[in-house]
């Protein structure tokens, strides 16, 4: 275990790690007075901002206006019927995970029981004592 400094050494070490990071600092008062001054912006670059912003929104536009149908197909192509072939072959697709819905008592578990079960009606008289 190591022994407990004593408050003289504790303040040496403290004072030595001070100067160290005081000499490491950089000398804020030379470096603002040699900083450049900053270049003075032209006058094209916001219009040149301007005309980039105007192309990006015209193509945007013309992008979300022109999402319509491709000419190169038919016109029939969402009117036309289903094959009766296309409908059994989509009523037969069967998952590959389906298999494991097959559990004991998976057919039970389809069915509902109907128990042709009626609840009785009571007639409770309305106690009004509470009310006031």
């Known amino acids: 275990m ?20 005081s000499q490491a600092a950089p000398d804020y008062r ?7 001054l900053a270049v003075p912006r032209s006058r094209f670059r916001p ?10 929104l015209v193509v945007a536009i013309a992008v979300f206006l022109n999402t319509g149908r491709d000419p190169s197909l038919p016109e029939t192509a969402d009117t036309a019927p289903l094959l009766a072939e296309e409908v059994a072959l989509v009523a037969a697709l069967e998952m590959p995970t389906d298999f494991l819905l097959n559990t004991p008592w998976f057919e039970l578990a389809r069915t509902t ?6 609840f009785p009606q009571y007639d409770i008289p309305e106690d009004l004592s509470d009310e006031i």
């Open 2 to 21: 190591t022994e407990p400094l004593n408050d003289h050494q504790l303040k040496a070490e403290f004072r030595h790690l001070r100067e160290t990071e």
């Open 47 to 56: 219009a040149m901002q301007f005309a980039m912003a105007a192309v990006v």
């Open 30 to 36: 030379r470096s603002l007075t040699g900083a450049p």
């Open 113 to 118: 029981p109907d128990f042709d079960f009626q």
